[in-house]
């Protein structure tokens, strides 16, 4: 079970950071994911961290401004997003890939996640 939280109402230039609490099964071998849907739009990437190693990969929109982290003693993962801009806002979703250890390459398209959490409402105001 994933449970993303953390996600709110800020100015254009400011910060949030959203949380993915993981439970119910062991995530070691995982690689969880962050996604964000706006309206009229599909789901798309934006950051990717292996549950093991720590390496991650983001998409070219967030990059140098979100940062993705995993908390092993709190099996949860993390999404710091600085610099927000009003093209940031969304519903952000975290989720899960339980084959990336048998790959070790990350994947970036929606349908190829296995698990996902309910989605947290991030909006940007101009």
């Known amino acids: 079970q994933l449970q993303a939280s953390g996600g709110g109402l800020v100015q254009t230039g400011g910060s949030l950071r959203l949380s993915c609490a993981a439970s119910?099964?062991?995530?070691?071998?995982?690689?969880m994911a962050w996604f964000r849907q706006a309206p009229a739009k599909e789901r798309e990437f934006v950051a990717v961290?292996?549950?093991?190693?720590?390496?991650?990969r983001y998409s070219d929109s967030v990059k140098g401004r979100f940062t993705v982290s995993r908390d092993h003693a709190k099996n949860t993962v993390y999404l710091q997003m600085n610099s927000l801009k009003p093209e940031d806002t969304a519903v952000y979703y975290c989720?899960?890939?339980?084959?990336?250890?048998?790959?070790?390459?990350?994947?970036?398209?929606?349908?190829?996640?296995?698990?996902w959490g309910q989605g947290t409402l991030v909006t940007v105001s101009s």
């Open positions: 961290v292996s549950w093991a190693g720590g390496s991650t």
């Open positions: 119910g099964r062991t995530f070691t071998a995982f690689a």
């Open positions: 989720a899960a890939d339980p084959e990336f250890i048998a790959r070790l390459t990350f994947r970036s398209e929606a349908n190829e996640y296995e698990y």
